[in-house]
């Protein structure tokens, strides 16, 4: 009963994400995709970067998407006018092989090389993001799973540490599910 | 006797409610009650005003902590996890509803204890309010600057039976405070009444005893008196005793002495000498004995209305013999004078005594004044003086010399009490005066400073009536009687008896003689033409006063003359005689005799 209730909640809520995404051309792009892109700058939130990751305290967060269109255009689509601890977001495409230097998080959402480029910025202040949920191939400090038909996410507190990254706590409690520490 | 005036008891209390207002102890009791309930009602509302104030800041804190924690959960969408936090406010029994809304403000998740009243859909466009029974807070939820949506949260505030409760024990706290305030103010009140009364009834207790002292001396002084006067009475009538007896004798001596005299029985100068001293001798014994008499009131009076100035001025002479060159005598006399009835030779004699008592107390001379005065004598100097309120007239005599101090001025009345060097006093002057005042319804007062001088001070009684002229002295020669007119002589001692009938033969009056009542009566009835009784008072059986009334019921018109050297009341009545009664006192001389029985018989039927 209750499981059936959350599972209606949860695509209602979805949609509504969606919606107050302001994504006009919703119909082109699966909802699933526009709720991940809100995600990404929505999580920058909760994460805590070391001094060292900003050029300057005004300096934009930059969000480096591999993989291309149309995910890219959906991420700039969704952080268009949002903020994240006064700084405006930045999206970067990424394209295959290009180095990730100067991404505060890195998204891939295709399992392209994914490994190769976590290794590359392993101990840089990057947070990783992977739909592994998709795939179930390597995953980044973030990743995006489905659970009963909704975007829910998995946290890798042992890569974020690794990666000089703070990640609240508050984060944690909405995760599905937490890799702690060692 | 001093008025005492006493408050009426109840004019003093008041109605006791008009006391306690009146009382400031009660009224500070009241204004303090007053204020403890003001400060009890400020407390309460300052205590609702803090509670809500509490109430709001708690309920914001909670608010802000559901934002601060349900915000991963509204940004990532998880509902169950933003359910889970606002269940997590179940714990507290007031929160009635905790909502979390998305930034558009569409209900993401709620609990609502009471189902009738769920969540609004929409988040309420208040933001912080209290209402009747509850209050909304509302509190932004807010990640990485950015506001992602809103907590509302809307509790209860304690009901306000709960807090009226608690309101209640002050409340309580302050009505007994009060009630103690309240009674402390009345007790202090009481205590306050209680002293008053105290201290008033304390008062009249001072009254009450200063009252009773004043009673106390009052008596102390008049059982002073009164055994003075009893003191005064023994004397009197143990000396009334003996000078009656001795008068008896001295009648006879007197009596044998002059008959001797008078008839020329004595040839002999020398003899014709030793009698005439032997006749002084009794003169001066006689004089002794009648003081006595006097003091002892005994001595019978013939009191007259008489004009005292007139007395005074004519004793100038007597007095200026008597008190010899070395002493000023001043009369200072008053005019209008009352008239009173004395004896007048028992008043020049006490004069003269006092007189004489002057002249010993200034032995280097000085001054004596007579003055004279009307007085009148009220209740309280009466009493004190141990004399009857009224009209009098007083003769004061006043030396400068030596006075007489306070011991003296007490025994000053007692017959032989003397200052004076033996044989130069007989200590009777005073005492004949008084007896003379006494018996005469006056009184004597001596006032007397030791070294300033003595002021004694007779006090005779005004008569009302003064139609009685005062009689000229008779000057003429000794009246002779003639031996048609009878008079028969009652004496029970023959031979006083003796004596009399021989003086009144001498003045060639017929004498028929009795020994006792019983045989004057039969021969009064035997002799019509007797025209007058001469009768001793004290006889035996029947007395002299008996016998003159029974003689004047059998001849109203009986001419009376007593004779007595110890009148006691059978014809002294208020120390004066009876109307229709003369009196001749033993011992008498044949002068007075002569001159006694001439007036009666020439004058009208008694």
């Known amino acids: ?182 | 006797m001093t008025p005492t005036t006493k408050k009426p008891a109840g004019a003093v209390s008041v109605k006791p409610a008009l006391r306690d207002l009146r009382s400031p102890m009660m009224l500070v009791a009241a204004v303090g009650a007053l204020l403890l309930v003001i400060a009890g009602v400020a407390m309460v509302h300052f205590s609702e005003q803090s509670y809500r104030e509490t109430k709001l800041q708690q309920v914001d804190a909670q608010g802000r902590i559901l934002a601060s924690t349900v915000t991963a959960a509204l940004a990532f969408d998880d509902r169950s996890a933003a359910q889970e936090y606002v269940n997590a406010l179940d714990v507290d029994p007031q929160i009635q509803i905790a909502a979390v809304y998305d930034a558009a403000g569409n209900l993401f998740a709620a609990h609502a204890r009471d189902p009738a009243r769920p969540a609004p859909a929409m988040l309420p466009s208040r933001t912080a309010s209290t209402d009747g029974d509850g209050l909304d807070v509302t509190a932004p939820v807010q990640q990485g600057g950015v506001t992602i949506g809103t907590v509302y949260v809307r509790s209860l505030i304690e009901p306000i039976s709960r807090r009226f409760e608690r309101y209640g024990v002050v409340a309580l706290l302050v009505a007994m405070a009060g009630l103690i305030f309240m009674l402390l103010g009345a007790a202090q009140s009481r205590l306050a009444d209680v002293n008053d009364r105290l201290s008033r009834q304390g008062a009249e207790l001072a009254d009450a005893n200063r009252d009773l002292r004043a009673q106390i001396e009052q008596r102390e002084q008049a059982e002073t008196a009164l055994r003075q006067a009893q003191k005064m009475e023994a004397i009197g009538q143990l000396t009334g005793g003996i000078a009656h007896d001795f008068n008896n004798l001295l009648q006879v001596i007197m009596g044998n002495l002059e008959v001797l005299q008078r008839r020329d029985l004595v040839e002999n100068d020398v003899a014709k000498r030793l009698v005439a001293a032997a006749a002084r001798g009794a003169e001066r014994a006689a004089t002794l004995t009648q003081r006595l008499l006097a003091f002892a009131r005994r001595q019978p009076l013939n009191p007259k209305p008489l004009d005292v100035n007139a007395l005074v001025a004519g004793m100038s002479e007597l007095l200026h013999r008597s008190l010899g060159e070395g002493i000023v005598i001043q009369t200072v006399l008053a005019t209008g004078l009352w008239r009173v009835a004395v004896d007048a030779n028992q008043l020049e004699s006490a004069l003269l005594n006092l007189a004489v008592n002057a002249r010993d107390a200034m032995p280097s001379g000085g001054r004596l004044t007579i003055e004279t005065e009307n007085a009148h004598l009220d209740e309280a100097h009466a009493s004190a003086q141990e004399a009857k309120a009224g009209d009098y007239v007083s003769i004061a005599v006043t030396d400068t010399g030596t006075g007489m101090s306070r011991d003296v001025l007490q025994k000053a009345f007692e017959p032989f009490f003397t200052t004076k060097d033996f044989g130069k006093g007989s200590g009777l002057g005073l005492s004949q005066a008084y007896g003379f005042m006494r018996q005469s319804g006056g009184h004597v007062r001596i006032d007397s400073e030791v070294g300033s001088g003595t002021t004694v001070r007779l006090y005779l009684p005004r008569i009302a009536d003064e139609a009685d002229a005062i009689p000229a002295v008779d000057a003429e020669a000794l009246p002779r009687g003639s031996i048609d007119r009878l008079i028969l002589v009652v004496e029970d001692d023959p031979e006083v008896r003796a004596h009399a009938v021989t003086m009144l033969r001498e003045l060639g009056y017929g004498v028929v003689e009795a020994m006792d009542g019983r045989s004057a009566l039969g021969i009064l009835e035997a002799t019509p033409d007797i025209a007058m009784m001469f009768t001793d008072v004290g006889l035996p059986g029947m007395n002299g006063r008996e016998l003159a009334d029974e003689a004047r019921k059998r001849r109203p018109g009986l001419r009376v003359l007593f004779t007595t050297g110890y009148a006691r009341d059978a014809i002294v009545h208020n120390g004066r005689l009876d109307a229709g009664v003369e009196l001749l006192t033993k011992p008498f001389t044949y002068a007075a005799l002569s001159t006694k029985v001439h007036r009666m018989l020439s004058g009208g039927a008694a």
């Open chain 1, 1 to 182: 009963m209750r499981r059936a209730l959350r599972v209606a909640l949860g695509a209602y809520a979805t949609m509504l994400a969606a919606l107050a995404s302001g994504m006009a051309c919703a119909q082109a792009i699966p909802l699933e995709q526009a709720v991940k892109a809100t995600y990404l700058y929505k999580i920058a939130a909760f994460v805590e970067w070391p001094a060292g990751a900003f050029e300057s305290p005004g300096a934009p967060l930059v969000i480096c998407v591999t993989g291309g269109d149309p995910v890219g255009a959906v991420v700039e689509e969704a952080v268009t006018g949002q903020r994240a601890n006064g700084r405006e977001f930045e999206v970067r495409r990424l394209a295959a092989g290009a180095p990730s230097a100067g991404c505060h998080i890195l998204y891939m959402p295709v399992q392209a090389a994914t490994a190769a480029r976590l290794e590359a910025v392993r101990g840089t202040p990057v947070l990783t993001v992977t739909d592994a949920a998709r795939d179930g191939g390597a995953q980044g400090i973030v990743n995006f799973v489905n659970v009963d038909n909704r975007v829910r996410f998995e946290i890798d507190l042992r890569s974020a540490a690794v990666n000089h990254l703070e990640i609240s706590s508050k984060l944690l409690n909405v995760a599905s599910r937490v890799r702690p520490k060692p």
